[in-house]
T-cell receptor, first 117, second 115 residues
Framework: AQTVTQSQPEMSVQEAETVTLSCTYD???????LFWYKQPPSRQMILVIR??????QNATENRFSVNFQKAAKSFSLKISDSQLGDAAMYFC??????????????FGQGTTLQVKP | NAGVTQTPKFQVLKTGQSMTLQCAQD?????MSWYRQDPGMGLRLIHY???????DQGEVPNGYNVSRSTTEDFPLRLLSAAPSQTSVYFC??????????????FGEGSWLTVV
């Protein structure tokens, strides 16, 4: 069974600095999706970035980028120029490959990010 | 408006009561699923559906029931509420195939307290 692990329950960063959130996963599949979701206190689930496993290039969305290491099964999120609005819970998630036909998302335990002014 | 609509947003139940959390989407998505979120455990899958008339159990299905009579609706039923079911519940939907033009949509969450 696939699993997703976020080993950092809490992280903090100074405003304008860079922080990296870690995520590792376990799967025997070669094709899959990986996601980072942001959850502010409102509990809304906001997609930050996603990565297709078949793409070697790391995904980037403005100040957010990932370091995708497929062989190591690692998927870290880097937030550059951190802003107060980045403070939230961040979840790493894995989605079953297309052919398994289930669409299930498997989530890590989450990392709470604090941004200090 | 396109999106996933969850109701109610807040609910307090007494132990033993039953209730239904509603989830509806207007995007013609094949996949719909229910998750619960508990502190320190991320989101865990309760039940999911890959199309109308097809449902299956996720990681934590006990105490919950689902049905999918239409593509749009995927209600989650609590049969006999227990304090352990106090949680935040999320409904999600998506197309079977993710492309650059589509993604997974989440409802806003339903806060359920069982006393």
């Amino acid at each position: 069974a696939q699993t997703v692990t976020q080993s950092q329950p809490e992280m903090s960063v100074q405003e304008a600095e860079t922080v990296t959130l870690s995520c590792t996963y376990d799967t025997s599949e070669s094709d899959y999706y990986l996601f980072w979701y942001k959850q502010p206190p409102s509990r809304q689930m906001i997609l930050v970035i996603r990565q297709e496993a078949y793409k070697q290039q790391n995904a980037t969305e403005n100040r957010f980028s990932v370091n995708f290491q497929k062989a190591a099964k690692s998927f870290s999120l880097k937030i550059s120029d951190s802003q107060l609005g980045d403070a939230a819970m961040y979840f790493c998630a894995y989605r079953n490959p297309l052919r398994s036909n289930t669409g299930k998302l498997i989530f890590g335990q989450g990392t709470t990010l604090q941004v200090k002014p | 408006n396109a999106g996933v609509t969850q109701t109610p947003k807040f609910q307090v139940l007494k132990t033993g009561q039953s209730m239904t959390l509603q989830c509806a989407q207007d995007m013609n998505h094949e996949y719909m699923s229910w998750y619960r979120q508990d502190p320190g455990m991320g989101l865990r899958l309760i039940h999911y559906s890959v199309g109308a008339g097809i449902t299956d159990q996720g990681e934590v299905p006990n105490g919950y029931n689902v049905s999918r009579s239409t593509t749009e609706d995927f209600p989650l039923r609590l049969l006999s509420a227990a304090p352990s079911q106090t949680s935040v519940y999320f409904c999600a939907s998506s197309y079977r195939r993710l492309t650059s033009g589509n993604t997974i949509y989440f409802g806003e969450g339903s806060w359920l307290t069982v006393v």
